[in-house]
């Protein structure tokens, strides 16, 4: 299937070449005189700020871990002397070598005859010059890529997450009758979930969520989309910190500590501990090991679930019905909730390239969602008839700590972040490297500072706004409808614009209508019990 260059537009031809011409173009580089060097630098640096982030799909990857990477030691170091050992499974493609994808536009599009199947993009070193290139000799062979089974957990492993700790509280805010939203949203999001393959399927070289808000709306929305992402990881890192404190706090409630005459309570004393514990795993090069440790994310999930009812069952605490069937006051913060544990779509795109068979993708997600639907509904049914209205924003906060399993899911709570803290933080620390505007700068003490002070900053977010349950109804509320609801509809339109029935165009019009008045009623409540906490 051909692209159809002068569909789009004179400002994008540029970012979309032939195979030929890319060789071509490396072979005209090659033989340049030292004359040229300059400009071509020139031009390449010009390229690379204007696609910026560059990083976004190798470090995404890593998110996506329960099939294990291949290890392999880069065979050379860059200018820096840092390299990675972390290799994606990707398919292998006809050349032996290409360019860093920190010297090539975002989307690297391949206009031939064939339709192509998308692929995944070569992770680079964490520092690259712009002629430095990546040898592909050593990529896993297509047998190592996702089966339908390891797709199928990795998209668990992104969905059943934090979110799963804070369902029960989500009905204490909204009532009986918002787990009907959490229905609704499951829904919603598997569909536009769906919706991104079909934005990656428009176009030959779409891999990642970013790649498809620059076809759609050319830099300025990969750009835009980009940023929203990486708000969100950060968003997730704050809610790491205030998760670990609250949940190590309730373990040692008695905890405190005064130094030159500022005194700290439990609370603050384990956001400090926490951060020192994971800024280490910050500064790796080699998350390796933590994308084997992150793969516990299922069984974690599980875990704590299997815990609750083991409390709620054996150890008698016992079930009391209790709670409103209807809280419209409140019910704007379980839709920011929900929003939030069903916000996966960043590295869906991720999945869907590494897969085998893509065209299972859509079973993936539809299971995925399905696991994760029974699960959430359950905790919150559970959850809030074991412990009513008293119930905190972590459930784990509530479990009587006396009790053997109440002591492992609180400790599960505390591990868990702790492995995937370095994991989520990676992708803005990557991407503000590419921002640096030399090499000398892109040194190994440079980035061990940008990473120190991200890891840090975090921590101050999460001590100045400690509402864990708060925090995630803002996050869900202002970004997960964005990125989750909103515009994967809205790229869907734009980039299949012509080709759509009137019943998908009314669904996704509904869709971002729905996504739009959740999102600002979710944003505006969340503000307000913030407001009213400092008040």
């Known amino acids: 299937?051909?692209?159809?260059?002068?569909?789009?537009?004179?400002?994008?031809?540029?970012?979309?070449?032939?195979?030929?011409?890319?060789?071509?173009?490396?072979?005209?580089?090659?033989?340049?005189?030292?004359?040229?060097?300059?400009?071509?630098?020139?031009?390449?640096?010009?390229?690379?700020?204007?696609?910026?982030?560059?990083?976004?799909?190798?470090?995404?990857?890593?998110?996506?871990?329960?099939?294990?990477?291949?290890?392999?030691?880069?065979?050379?170091?860059?200018?820096?002397?840092?390299?990675?050992?972390?290799?994606?499974?990707?398919?292998?493609?006809?050349?032996?070598?290409?360019?860093?994808?920190?010297?090539?536009?975002?989307?690297?599009?391949?206009?031939?005859?064939?339709?192509?199947?998308?692929?995944?993009?070569?992770?680079?070193?964490?520092?690259?010059?712009?002629?430095?290139?990546?040898?592909?000799?050593?990529?896993?062979?297509?047998?190592?890529?996702?089966?339908?089974?390891?797709?199928?957990?990795?998209?668990?492993?992104?969905?059943?997450?934090?979110?799963?700790?804070?369902?029960?509280?989500?009905?204490?805010?909204?009532?009986?009758?918002?787990?009907?939203?959490?229905?609704?949203?499951?829904?919603?999001?598997?569909?536009?979930?769906?919706?991104?393959?079909?934005?990656?399927q428009s176009s030959p070289g779409l891999r990642t969520y970013p790649d498809i808000g620059q076809a759609a709306f050319g830099a300025s929305g990969g750009l835009a989309i980009s940023i929203m992402l990486y708000v969100e990881l950060y968003a997730s890192c704050v809610e790491f910190v205030i998760m670990m404190a609250d949940n190590l706090s309730t373990l040692f409630p008695d905890t405190s500590l005064t130094l030159a005459g500022i005194h700290l309570d439990s609370l603050q004393i384990f956001a400090i501990t926490a951060t020192l514990l994971v800024l280490p795993t910050a500064w790796l090069r080699d998350l390796s090991i933590l994308s084997y440790l992150s793969v516990g994310g299922v069984a974690t999930s599980i875990l704590v679930v299997l815990c609750l009812l083991w409390v709620g069952v054996v150890d008698k605490v016992g079930f009391h019905p209790s709670g409103t069937a209807l809280d419209v006051v409140n019910l704007p913060v379980s839709l920011g909730i929900y929003g939030f544990g069903f916000s996966g779509h960043s590295v869906f795109p991720n999945i869907y390239t590494s897969m085998k068979e893509p065209s299972q993708f859509p079973s993936v997600i539809i299971s995925s969602f399905a696991f994760c639907f029974f699960m959430y509904s359950g905790v919150a049914i559970f959850g809030f008839l074991m412990f009513g209205d008293s119930i905190k924003s972590q459930y784990t906060l509530n479990l009587p700590t006396q009790f053997v399993a109440s002591k492992i899911a609180v400790w599960t709570a505390v591990v868990n972040p702790m492995t995937k803290y370095a994991l989520t933080i990676t992708p803005i620390a990557l991407s503000l490297e590419e921002l640096m505007p030399s090499h000398r700068l892109r040194s190994c003490g440079v980035r061990i500072i940008i990473r120190t002070i991200l890891v840090i900053s975090t921590l101050i977010v999460g001590l100045t706004v400690p509402f864990f349950g708060i925090v995630m109804a803002l996050i869900g509320s202002l970004l997960a409808m964005i990125v989750a609801v909103i515009f994967p509809c809205v790229c869907y339109l734009k980039l299949l614009k012509g080709k759509l029935t009137k019943f998908q165009i009314v669904t996704c019009y509904s869709t971002i209508l729905l996504g739009f008045v959740s999102g600002c009623l979710g944003t505006y409540s969340a503000v307000k019990k913030l407001a009213d906490k400092f008040i």
């Open 1 to 200: 299937m051909k692209l159809e260059v002068e569909d789009l537009g004179h400002d994008r031809r540029d970012e979309f070449q032939t195979d030929d011409e890319e060789n071509q173009a490396e072979r005209v580089c090659d033989s340049q005189s030292d004359t040229d060097t300059d400009s071509d630098v020139s031009e390449t640096s010009r390229v690379r700020t204007s696609t910026w982030p560059q990083s976004y799909k190798e470090s995404l990857d890593r998110l996506t871990s329960v099939t294990p990477p291949s290890f392999s030691f880069l065979r050379g170091t860059n200018s820096t002397g840092i390299s990675t050992s972390f290799t994606s499974p990707i398919k292998r493609r006809q050349s032996d070598e290409l360019d860093s994808p920190l010297g090539k536009p975002l989307i690297s599009g391949t206009a031939i005859d064939r339709e192509e199947e998308p692929y995944s993009t070569l992770p680079t070193n964490l520092s690259i010059s712009t002629h430095t290139k990546s040898s592909i000799s050593d990529l896993p062979p297509l047998s190592e890529q996702c089966s339908f089974s390891q797709a199928l957990l990795n998209g668990i492993n992104v969905l059943c997450g934090i979110g799963l700790l804070t369902t029960p509280y989500a009905v204490k805010e909204g009532g009986w009758l918002s787990l009907l939203l959490l229905l609704l949203f499951a829904i919603i999001c598997c569909n536009t979930g769906i919706l991104l393959q079909r934005c990656l």
